[in-house]
């Protein structure tokens, strides 16, 4: 039997029952959310009760909701009446299951996540921060009130269950071919230029795995290539009332290989960024996470063509940076000193669990 999630209201009236709390985003569709929920009727008067998804920013830990400011800003829900029972929804194998567990006066609902919502992607917060962390999540709820939709009407906490949920991607089962970058370039006092080109083998690399990077140089100048360093950075963009961008390094490595003038070097260098190295760094994108339970760095969001303008939350991407440090030579060598930069694109993904 699978795990099933169940949650009660404070006043014993509303029992919400969940068969999972993950749903993946297949990129052209979303798993459906199909759920049940079990009501005994004896304190709810006049009122009905309703069940919502609902797909929200957070910016704020609730502790600090005071004078009514709102900290949670709904960049999407819908909401069904389930009592008195208004629509049924064709019944899935999900529910079966639930209602068996829930018993009598149980009813059910599905919703549809549509496909252009941001996946649950929360900011790290600070050592000092307290509460919930900032970021993107969905949340089943179910409540009782009078009307479905009256901002006016105050619902109590005692009148509510609500479950978390996420949405996820997993990595694409066909991996494309990997980039590739290249640049020549010229330096005040030499004649001839440096050429660098690195490459990966696959547009595609599960958290914790080796990323190996095909770099190779040649070195026409009369200068010397000091060291190589490799960069990765991740740019999060919060689309909400403005488009608000940011990026953060989530690795810095340098390698010591050194290219004297008139020589060449080709060599594969390996990285792997990983949240562990990144802990103090506030702001940075997280996998949304239920709980406390272990996350990683935020995975790539992969978009449906065309969506990109319609998209709200938070869209997650990764580059890498290449760069060699060029040493003059002569008498003014530290003085012309220069660099010599590619980027490649990296997405960072889950492998699709075994059924």
Same mark, same amino acid.
């Given at each position: ?40 009727? !004896? ?18 830990? #609730? ?7 709102? $900290? ?12 008195? +029972? ?8 999900? @529910? ?8 009598? &006066? ?31 999540? $969905? *949340?089943?709820?179910?409540?009782? !009130?009078? #009307?479905?939709? &009256? ?30 970058? *290249? ?11 440096? @050429? ?57 490595? #340098? ?37 406390? *339970?272990?996350?990683?760095?935020? /995975? ?37 000193? /220069?660099?010599?930069?590619? +980027? ?5 993904? @889950?492998?699709?669990? *075994?059924?």
């Amino acid at each position: 039997m699978a795990k099933i999630f169940k949650k009660t209201s404070g006043n014993g009236g509303l029992t919400l029952y969940l068969g999972k709390r993950d749903y993946v985003d297949h990129v052209t569709a979303v798993d459906r959310i199909d759920g049940v929920v079990k009501v005994d009727t !004896a304190d709810f008067g006049d009122r009905k009760a309703f069940v919502q998804l609902a797909c929200a920013f957070r910016y704020g830990s #609730e502790d600090l909701d005071v004078m009514g400011l709102c $900290f949670r800003k709904d960049i999407w829900f819908e909401q069904v009446q389930i009592y008195p +029972e208004c629509t049924k929804p064709q019944l899935s194998a999900m @529910h079966e299951t639930l209602l068996k567990k829930a018993g009598d &006066n149980a009813y059910p609902f599905s919703f549809e996540i549509p496909n252009n919502l941001p996946c649950s992607v929360s900011l790290q917060p600070g050592p000092d921060d307290k509460g919930k962390a900032c970021g993107v999540d $969905f *949340e089943v709820k179910t409540y009782l !009130a009078m #009307e479905k939709n &009256n901002p006016d009407e105050k619902i109590e906490k005692k009148d509510t269950a609500r479950l978390v949920v996420r949405k996820i991607q997993y990595a694409p089962s066909q991996v494309g071919a990997g980039p590739k970058a *290249e640049i020549c370039k010229s330096f005040m006092m030499s004649d001839k230029p440096v @050429h660098l080109e690195a490459s990966m083998e696959k547009d595609l690399y599960f958290h914790g795995e080796p990323i190996p990077i095909k770099v190779k140089i040649n070195n026409e100048s009369n200068k010397t290539v000091k060291k190589l360093k490799i960069t990765v950075d991740q740019t999060t963009d919060i689309v909400l009332y403005s488009a608000d961008k940011y990026t953060k390094s989530v690795l810095c490595q #340098e390698f010591g290989e050194t290219v004297e003038a008139n020589s060449t070097l080709d060599v594969t260098l390996s990285i792997t960024p990983l949240l562990a190295e990144n802990k103090e760094k506030r702001g940075l994108a997280l996998d949304g996470r239920l709980k406390d *339970e272990d996350t990683n760095l935020a /995975s790539t969001t992969m978009l449906r063509q065309g969506v990109e303008k319609e998209v709200l939350g938070i869209l997650v991407s990764y580059k890498i940076k290449i760069n060699l440090m060029v040493a003059g030579g002569g008498l003014l060598g530290g003085l012309t000193a /220069s660099d010599v930069t590619v +980027e490649l694109p990296l997405n960072l993904m @889950h492998p699709k669990p *075994e059924e």
